[in-house]
Antibody, heavy 115, light 111 residues
Framework: QVQMQESGPGLVKPSETLSLTCTVS????????WSWIRQPAGKGLEWIGR???????NYNPSLKSRVTMSVDTSKKQFSLKLTSVTAADTAVYYC?????????WGQGTLVTVSS | QSVLTQPPSVSGAPGQRVTISCTGS?????????VHWYQQLPGTAPKLLFY???NRPSGVPDRFSGSKSGTSASLAITGLQAEDEADYYC???????????FGGGTKLTVL
């Protein structure tokens, strides 16, 4: 059973960079796409982007200029960086495995952008 | 405004059947991309309910069924139970946006 756990600061100041890591356990990280998805309080889901274990990436065009993803297969981790954050980036951030559908999800981590 | 359109809410009494619609366009469902459905119980992460239109992961009751036709998809729940009260999201790929898109979500209330 695949398990995923997000980690990172829960509070980020406006204009700074949000950094999160997702650690995968229970299965290999190799040969899959891995995505980040976020959900503002009381709102719907927004796909942020995905990374393959080769390092190939696809980003949501609306966030592309601010997003960078990376993967460390030896640690079974992949990461998200979102620059120049504003209050609009406050949300629960989920990592998910993405072979097509999002079949396994982390529990989510709340990131609040505030000074 | 979401690329995939869902009703904000639906409701039904225990034992009844409800359906949740998901309307797309020629750049997602109409282009042949699959629909996937998720259930999000209050305070938890979304859970995959259906993948590739009508395939159910193990553990999902057969009271749930999915379908897709043209530029629309739907999720049906029969024998409604109190535990089904949750938010439901459809999801697909959109070739115009070159990315994965979700519906706005539908809140199911069991009366």
């Amino acid at each position: 059973q695949v398990q995923m756990q997000e980690s990172g600061p829960g509070l980020v100041k406006p204009s700074e960079t949000l950094s999160l890591t997702c650690t995968v356990s229970g299965d290999s990280i190799n040969s899959y796409y891995w995505s980040w998805i976020r959900q503002p309080a009381g709102k719907g889901l927004e796909w942020i982007g995905r990374i393959y274990t080769s390092g190939s990436t696809n980003y949501n065009p609306s966030l592309k200029s601010r997003v960078t993803m990376s993967v460390d297969t030896s640690k079974k981790q992949f990461s998200l960086k979102l620059t120049s954050v504003t209050a609009a980036d406050t949300a629960v951030y989920y990592c998910a495995r993405n072979p097509g559908a999002f079949d396994y999800w982390g529990q989510g981590t709340l990131v609040t952008v505030s000074s | 405004q979401s690329v995939l359109t869902q009703p904000p809410s639906v409701s039904g009494a225990p034992g009844q059947r409800v359906t949740i619609s998901c309307t797309g366009s020629s750049s997602n469902f109409g282009a042949g991309y699959d629909v996937h459905w998720y259930q999000q119980l209050p305070g938890t992460a979304p859970k995959l309910l259906f993948y590739v239109n009508n395939n159910r992961p193990s553990g999902v009751p057969d009271r749930f069924s999915g379908s897709k036709s043209g530029t629309s998809a739907s999720l049906a729940i029969t024998g409604l139970q109190a535990e089904d009260e949750a938010d439901y999201y459809c999801q697909s790929y959109d070739s115009s946006l070159t990315g994965w898109v979700f519906g706005g979500g539908t809140k199911l209330t069991v009366l």
